[in-house]
């Protein structure tokens, strides 16, 4: 069996960190599958998901290192072509990677005790999202 959902949210931009955990969790208790696993994607290339300790030290660090790594104070060519100055954006995006699978055991996503959702707005505004959840099993 498949089910498809799609959850829609409100971001601020410059590496907001949402955690989408509990809609997660709320698509998954409110279907009929029990085993098999959640494929979350993000549509967009200037976002990604991932897994983290979603506490407020933790989510300073992510957002310094993306400082550090990929800086919004260099030049980028998409920037010269399209004028957005979001360039930065869709390099952090293509690293950090547009999709997640869970497995589902029991109708419950295997997540450790400190492991969260989380969806990470790279643009230089902020916008609505959708997240495309994606369950199958039986």
């Given at each position: ?12 931009g410059n ?70 100055g ?53």
């Amino acid at each position: 069996m498949i089910l498809q959902k799609t959850l829609t949210i409100q971001t601020k931009g410059n590496c907001d960190m949402v955690d989408i955990t509990p809609g997660i969790a709320d698509v998954i208790s409110n279907s009929s599958i029990n085993n098999g696993t959640a494929t979350i994607f993000v549509s967009g290339s200037t976002a990604g998901v991932t897994t983290i300790e979603y506490e407020g030290g933790l989510v300073s660090d992510f957002k310094a290192m993306w400082d550090r790594t990929v800086p919004r104070t260099i030049a980028y060519q998409h920037d010269s072509r399209w004028g957005d100055g979001n360039g930065f954006s869709h390099v952090r995006a293509a690293l950090m990677k547009p999709s997640l699978t869970i497995p589902l055991v029991q109708g419950r996503l295997t997540l450790g005790t400190w492991q969260q959702i989380v969806f990470i707005d790279f643009d230089n505004r902020g916008r609505q999202r959708e997240i495309i959840v994606q369950i199958m099993g039986g």
